[in-house]
């Protein structure tokens, strides 16, 4: 029992203990489900602390994903969020975590498991989280932050529990049943088989379904660029594609060109050139990538979904599409193999653009026009207009979702 002003208030704990076949890998194996106020000085304290362990640490220093969770974890950053959900979000001084969350994380997106857990923290929420099946590196050298760092914050430390299970067992069962959020990261499957189990009538459930990705590129802006903007370009574009071998949701898939006739065709030439330099040097081609990428531009001629495809060093292949094709989420290359289509605008593609279209990446182009285009034609897909370069850069504001606000309650008084 907890006494506040010499009041007794039974306290909530969730033993996980009980739960044959979890095995707690950082964090408590006691919870404390008691909800704290959105953006809690003390969370913020400790992920300024863990920002720190992971910064300093040298083996990091090789982990571009990791180094990235580091530096959003940073206390300037941390500020920054708070005064921007403290100016747009409602009731924000009254708002409170909902309780307990049980996240499943994706096992493509090694750090994602980390970011959804300090969105549920800075929400106000004790937080359990799945982490992935595989084996990352990058989960490793986090979760050895987070064992060093947690036990000096023990109000966030018993709110804090990543575990692991089998997926075939009724674990996630249970845990659905202990939770008032669920958040749901993976493929369509694997959100209907979580959101099929049994809940409490007040959960939440905040899913991250399969999306679709593409980029714009502004011909213009290309054939004007130096020859040290060009290599930016391609080294952003290398990021949000190839590191993640185009699986992430946010990794674009189909490059929309946008300009005169010929415009396009100069940048189309100079940007795959300096795609396909800079991926050489950086990026490991296995043989088992090359086949899957012959057979599947092999089946895309047979279809009729290109007219031509280049393949350059077996590192790069960039495919045409015809000309009365449509824009599709079935279009899934892999490993470097991208579709390309010439657009004026949106609205030549508009027919297409359905729920599962979740980010533009944009180079020479208004993003303030894109936006302007998605509101205007009342598209349903497209959450997201950003950089080439910020493909994979996660935020409180994901998927359309303002999780502060999804994640919390408000507490209303009249």
């Known amino acids: 029992m907890l006494k506040l002003g010499g009041v007794a208030i039974p306290m909530s704990v969730v033993n996980l203990e009980k739960i044959d076949g979890l095995r707690v890998v950082a964090g408590e194996i006691e919870l404390d489900n008691r909800p704290l106020r959105v953006f809690d000085d003390n969370v913020c304290a400790f992920l300024a602390d863990l920002s720190s362990c992971l910064l300093r640490d040298k083996a990091v220093r090789s982990l571009?994903?990791?180094?990235s969770f580091a530096y959003w974890c940073r206390k300037t950053n941390i500020s920054y969020e708070c005064k921007k959900h403290a100016e747009g979000t409602l009731g924000f001084n009254f708002r409170v975590g909902r309780?307990?969350?049980f996240h499943v994380a994706p096992?493509?997106?090694?750090?994602?498991?980390?970011?959804?857990?300090v969105f549920s923290l800075l929400a106000g929420n004790a937080t359990i989280v799945r982490i992935p099946s595989k084996a990352f590196i990058q989960v490793d050298a986090i979760l050895s932050a987070f064992k060093k760092i947690l036990p000096k914050y023990p109000e966030v430390s018993k709110r804090s529990a990543f575990v692991s299970y089998d997926s075939s067992s009724d674990i996630s069962a249970k845990l659905s049943l202990l939770a008032d959020i669920r958040v749901i990261w993976g493929g369509d499957a694997t959100v209907a088989a979580i959101r099929s189990l049994p809940t409490t009538p007040r959960c939440v459930d905040i899913a991250f379904a399969d999306r679709y990705s593409v980029a714009m590129i502004g011909a213009e802006a290309v054939v004007a660029a130096d020859d040290?903007?060009?290599a930016k370009l391609s080294r952003d574009f290398y990021n949000d594609t190839y590191l993640m071998d185009q699986n992430a949701c946010s990794s674009p898939r189909t490059i929309l060109w946008v300009g005169e006739a010929d415009a396009i065709e100069i940048a189309k030439r100079r940007f795959w050139t300096a795609v396909d330099s800079f991926a050489k040097m950086h990026y490991e081609l296995q043989p088992a990538v090359v086949m899957d990428k012959y057979v599947l531009e092999c089946g895309d001629f047979m279809r009729g979904v290109v007219n031509?495809?280049?393949?350059l060093d077996g590192i790069l292949t960039v495919a045409e599409m015809n000309g009365s094709e449509r824009l599709s989420t079935n279009l899934r290359g892999q490993g470097g193999y991208f579709?390309?289509?010439t657009i004026e605008g949106l609205?030549?593609?508009a027919e297409d653009i359905n729920e599962r279209y979740q980010t533009v990446t944009y180079f020479g182009l208004d993003p303030e026009q894109i936006r302007g285009e998605v509101l205007s034609l009342g598209l349903r897909g497209i959450d997201r207009v950003v950089p080439v370069g910020q493909a994979m850069d996660i935020g409180l504001i994901w998927d359309g979702y303002d999780l502060v606000s999804m994640m919390s309650r408000f507490i209303d008084a009249r």
């Open 64 to 67: 571009p994903d990791v180094i």
């Open 99 to 101: 309780g307990l969350a």
């Open 107 to 117: 096992s493509n997106v090694p750090v994602n498991f980390a970011f959804t857990y």
């Open 228 to 230: 040290s903007l060009i």
């Open 308 to 311: 031509a495809a280049e393949t």
């Open 339 to 341: 579709y390309e289509k």
């Open 347 to 349: 609205s030549d593609v």
